[in-house]
């Protein structure tokens, strides 16, 4: 079992800057990739961006392209989201998972095995 536990969300302004934490918990020992979905109010859940465990390969939604940097810290159990040029449309509430093993197209689906409770990023006009 693996608890995720996500913070730094909060009140940003546009072209302003934001990182996401997520601290993992329990079996971090077994192999597993995490990344970031999203859901703002009356939409589905999207994903985000996804790195495999010993952070070779990233994946991102096209979105946030260029302006988001996923990224871990194994050492300590982090999982970490670098949110540049924040938009409007950015603003959601931002989860945490993670998956046993990576693999891109899975994750961007939600095939995943544990969640984070989510943190709120607004981010006014």
């Known amino acids: 079992q693996v608890q995720l536990v996500e913070s730094g969300g909060g009140l940003v302004q546009a072209g302003g800057s934001l990182r996401l934490s997520c601290a993992a918990s329990?079996?971090?020992?077994?192999?597993?990739?995490m990344g970031w979905f999203r859901q703002a109010p009356g939409k589905e859940r999207e994903f985000v961006a996804a790195i495999s465990w010993s952070g070779t390969f990233t994946s991102y939604q096209d979105s946030v392209k260029g302006r988001f940097t996923i990224s871990r810290d194994n050492r300590k159990n982090t999982l970490y989201l670098q949110m540049n040029s924040l938009k409007p449309e950015d603003t959601a509430n931002y989860y945490c998972?993670?998956?046993?093993?990576?693999?891109?197209?899975?994750?961007?689906?939600?095939?995943?095995?544990?969640w984070g409770q989510g943190a709120q990023v607004t981010v006014s006009s």
């Open positions: 998972a993670a998956r046993i093993g990576y693999k891109s197209d899975l994750f961007r689906r939600g095939q995943v095995n544990y």
């Open positions: 329990g079996r971090t020992f077994i192999d597993y990739g």
